[in-house]
T-cell receptor, first 117, second 109 residues
Framework: NAGVTQTPKFQVLKTGQSMTLQCAQDMNHEYMSWYRQDPGMGLRLIHYSVGAGITDQGEVPNGYNVSRSTTEDFPLRLLSAAPSQTSVYFC????????????????FGPGTRLTVL | AQRVTQPEKLLSVFKGAPVELKCNYSYSGSPELFWYVQYSRQRLQLLLRHISRESIKGFTADLNKGETSFHLKKPFAQEEDSAMYYCALRNTGFQKLVFGTGTRLLVSP
């Protein structure tokens, strides 16, 4: 298993540009989420999904869109990049509900370092 | 509202010294608490969870509901413990995690 993969690893954008951060997992996990990691702020939840076709907002959703057309993929779209979106973005996946048969571990991707000029 | 507080941004100790990374939480329900660790140039990974009451890499953490704390402890720090540590909580049975701001542990020789 490749686990959780993210592309690209690094990206530089100009203000106003749009782009999509890719996230994929091959563990058949229902739950997927996006976080941003900023110094002194920890990890903050942007959007999450409990299954294909179902998404919901996290703590800091403004400026970001997501969709979940398949179980495997959960792309994060920046509609019009702003310098405040300079951050490291992590995708994570797990089973939707923890239980005796479902390990409750969330698996994280390697991250995408985004700089918006 | 769910909240996780890690009061120390940086904790610096010498090898062999005891370590305690503090974590306090506020939550009205029955939370599950976790410690995640991020070593240099590696992805975030689960270190331990309160429910299993396990010791991983010499680290332990006890959930104190009275003090709403979940401090991470290790009696003798090693240089390879240097990393970023995040405390996190979630509602029992669900996966949505709330993270603290993290504490960087630096263990010097």
């Amino acid at each position: 298993n490749a686990g959780v993969t993210q592309t690209p690893k690094f990206q530089v954008l100009k203000t106003g540009q749009s782009m999509t951060l890719q996230c994929a997992q091959d563990m058949n996990h229902e739950y997927m989420s996006w976080y941003r990691q900023d110094p002194g702020m920890g990890l903050r939840l942007i959007h999450y999904s409990v299954g294909a076709g179902i998404t919901d907002q996290g703590e800091v959703p403004n400026g970001y869109n997501v969709s979940r057309s398949t179980t495997e993929d959960f792309p994060l779209r920046l509609l019009s990049a702003a310098p405040s979106q300079t951050s490291v973005y992590f995708c994570a996946s797990s089973y939707a509900r923890s239980g005796p048969r479902n390990p409750d571990t969330q698996y994280f991707g390697p991250g995408t370092r985004l700089t918006v000029l | 509202a769910q909240r996780v507080t890690q009061p120390e941004k940086l904790l610096s100790v010498f090898k062999g010294a005891p370590v305690e990374l503090k974590c306090n939480y506020s939550y009205s329900g029955s939370p599950e608490l976790f410690w995640y660790v991020q070593y240099s140039r590696q992805r975030l990974q689960l270190l331990l969870r309160h429910i299993s009451r396990e010791s991983i890499k010499g680290f332990t953490a006890d959930l104190n509901k009275g003090e709403t704390s979940f401090h991470l402890k290790k009696p003798f720090a090693q240089e390879e413990d240097s990393a970023m540590y995040y405390c996190a909580l979630r509602n029992t049975g669900f996966q949505k995690l709330v993270f603290g701001t993290g504490t960087r542990l630096l263990v010097s020789p």
